[in-house]
């Protein structure tokens, strides 16, 4: 299971986490991957100045997505973990 934290403090939440949490959803569901992947809404990952931060559970690298750039970021990061663990 690839686990997904995704901010929703204050900046993160104004730059469009929500929206974020979403896509990851549907992008999960439209490549049949949701029952591989968690996400979570989280407080604070401390990287307020690049919101919406993003990363995964076991790993300390925050990645910065924004609703324009999530379907690149599933493509490129999320779904490589994904296979991994299979």
Known sequence: MVTIQVCVGSACHLKGSYNVIDELSELAADYGVED???IRAVFCLGHCTTAVSVKFAEEEE????????VKEFFEEKVLPKVKQEV
């Open 62 to 69: 925050v990645f910065s997505v924004s609703p324009k750039t």
């Open 36 to 38: 591989s992947v968690r």
